[in-house]
Nanobody, 123 residues
């Protein structure tokens, strides 16, 4: 059974940094692209970042490009999302997800999800 477990969320002030982690079990991790999504209250789940199994660099949403950095460790079966210069509009529940097929930008292309971790950025 595939399981994804996020950690690292919290309440922080604008301008500070936070790093999220996600550990994956139950599947050969290195063969799958992994993504980060977020969902704010009353909004749809939106793409944040994704990285496939090759050495090709991660893709980022325009809203986080230059501030967020995604990394993956294929030995430890983990991915991380380093978030810098956080803004109140980054407040959301953040999810890690395992890609199945289709566009990396669409939540429907991912078939396994973590439970989410809350990130709240105060102004």
């Amino acid at each position: 059974q595939v399981q994804l477990v996020e950690s690292g969320g919290g309440l922080v002030q604008a301008g500070t940094s936070l790093t999220l982690s996600c550990i994956v079990s139950g599947r050969i991790f290195r063969y799958y692209a992994m993504g980060w999504f977020r969902q704010a209250p009353g909004k749809e789940r939106e793409f944040v970042a994704d990285q496939d199994w090759t050495d090709y660099g991660p893709m980022y949403a325009d809203s986080v490009k230059g501030r967020f950095t995604m990394a993956r460790d294929n030995i430890k079966n983990t991915i991380s999302l380093q978030m810098r210069n956080l803004k109140p509009e980054d407040t959301a529940v953040y999810y890690c997800a395992m890609h199945s097929e289709g566009s990396f930008y669409h939540a429907s292309s991912y078939n396994y999800w973590g439970q989410g971790t809350q990130v709240t950025v105060s102004s």
